[in-house]
Nanobody, 123 residues
Framework: QVQLVESGGGLVQPGGSLRLSCAAS????????MGWYRQAPGNQRELVAV???????TYADSVKGRFAISRDNAKNTVYLQMNGLKPEDTAVYYC?????????????????WGQGTQVTVSS
């Protein structure tokens, strides 16, 4: 079992910055990818940014140039630095992890979600 614990959400004015963190714990053998998704009221959950085990990154067009995803492999933690925040960035942000796990000598792949953290951009 893997737990993803998110932190860093809150209320910020337009143009401001926030940094989200997501720490993974559990019987993790390796990380295939970790990323951030968001869901605004009435909308579907959408990809914000993802970073693979090899360090490749992908961003939604709407956040390119404003958001940056990074990771600390030693801590199994991924970060999302959000700059130039806009009201349309308001949503619940969810951490997602795609992991290789090992249990009783058997390797398998599994995906987990965090509980979500609210980001509100408003004056």
């Amino acid at each position: 079992q893997v737990q993803l614990v998110e932190s860093g959400g809150g209320l910020v004015q337009p143009g401001g910055s926030l940094r989200l963190s997501c720490a993974a714990s559990g019987n993790i053998f390796s990380i295939n990818a970790m990323g951030w998704y968001r869901q605004a009221p009435g909308n579907q959950r959408e990809l914000v940014a993802v970073i693979t085990g090899g360090g490749s990154t992908t961003y939604a067009d709407s956040v390119k140039g404003r958001f940056a995803i990074s990771r600390d492999n030693a801590k199994n933690t991924v970060y999302l630095q959000m700059n130039g925040l806009k009201p349309e960035d308001t949503a619940v942000y969810y951490c997602n992890g795609d992991f290789q796990l090992r249990r009783l000598g058997i390797m398998f792949r599994s995906t987990y979600w965090g509980q979500g953290t609210q980001v509100t951009v408003s004056s």
